[in-house]
């Protein structure tokens, strides 16, 4: 016996399967993100502090290492670009 419909008169066995998403940052910093080019040695640190805040569901105090370790990156950066 099927399912009955569900309100828009679909029955369960004619949806689609789900799509799994994909993985985090798997194009992020190959072609849609320039930003995250430009960060250039930084880049994987930053990643690291966006894969860490959506596991966290974005709770920033539990990413402090992450975003301290970005911080100092891009200060090192800063200095060498000052110099």
Wanted: glycine share 2%; with cysteine; hydrophobic share 20%.
């Amino acid at each position: 016996m099927d399912p009955p419909p569900n309100p828009n008169g679909i029955h369960q066995s004619q949806l689609p399967p789900p799509q799994q998403p994909p993985p985090l940052h798997q194009s992020d910093a190959d072609e849609e993100d320039e930003n995250v080019k430009q960060l250039n040695e930084c880049s994987s640190l930053y990643l690291s502090l966006q894969d860490c805040l959506v596991t966290t569901n974005r709770n920033w105090k539990s990413c402090q290492k992450e975003v301290q370790a970005l911080k100092a990156c891009n200060d090192r950066r800063n200095n060498r670009k000052g110099n």
